[in-house]
């Protein structure tokens, strides 16, 4: 059965400092798709950054990045010099290849970051 | 663009009350729609799916049901609420441009009470 695994409630990270958000997942199938979302305290869930099981580099978005160790099974968002407005929770997902037409996600229990001066 | 629109932002209804939260979605054409639950601190569940008009998949057996009238609307129904189903309530939709990323509407609050 799949499975997202965010080991981390809470994080810390002083302002213009990089933070690293765990993330390691379980799933047999071949081809698969994993996400990060970001949810600030409006509630609303903002998509970051895509990688693709098949995809032979790390995926990058702005100040956004991917650590993608397949072998490891794990997906972990690194975020680079934090902001005040990153502070909120982040949930890595995952999407199974053999959903042929659809994009259902699995979702993690997701990590808290609090950015601080 | 393409947006998603969800009403009633917040909602406060008694046990045993109907409920209908809508969802629409705009600059986009037979997308794949998602209804998510968030419990309290918790991730996202599942909780139906449609790849077309009338065309409804379950994930999880519960006292709540959706449909899908038009392309570009989903809605989400209840004939009794409990306690339980308190929670944010996202509106997702992904394909038809959008690649297979899913992408969520602001949210409907619940509580029941």
């Known amino acids: 059965a799949q499975k997202i695994t965010q080991t981390q409630p809470g994080m810390f990270v002083q302002e213009k400092e990089a933070v690293t958000l765990d993330c390691t997942y379980d799933t047999s199938d071949p081809s698969y798709g994993l996400f990060w979302y970001k949810q600030p305290s409006s509630g609303e869930m903002i998509f970051l950054i895509y990688q693709g099981s098949y995809d032979q580099q790390n995926a990058t978005e702005g100040r956004y990045s991917l650590n993608f160790q397949k072998a490891r099974k794990s997906a972990n968002l690194v975020i680079s010099a934090s902001q005040l407005g990153d502070s909120a929770m982040y949930f890595c997902?995952?999407?199974?290849?053999?959903?042929?037409?659809?994009?259902?996600?699995?979702f993690g229990t997701g990590t808290r970051l609090q950015v601080f001066p | 663009s393409q947006t998603i629109h969800q009403w009633p932002a917040t909602l406060v209804q008694p046990v045993g009350s109907p409920l209908s939260l809508e969802c629409t979605v705009e600059?986009?054409?037979?997308?794949?729609l998602y209804w998510y639950r968030q419990a309290a601190g918790r991730g996202l569940q599942l909780l139906f799916y449609s790849v077309g008009i009338g065309q409804i998949s379950s994930e999880v057996p519960q006292n709540l049901s959706a449909s899908r009238p038009q392309d570009r609307q989903f809605i989400l129904s209840s004939k009794k609420l409990l306690l339980s189903d308190s929670g944010f309530y996202l509106c997702g939709r992904s394909g038809a441009g959008s690649g297979n990323t899913i992408y969520f509407g602001e949210g409907s609050w619940l509580t029941v009470v």
């Open positions: 600059g986009t054409s037979n997308p794949n």
């Open positions: 997902a995952m999407r199974e290849g053999s959903s042929y037409n659809t994009d259902k996600l699995i």
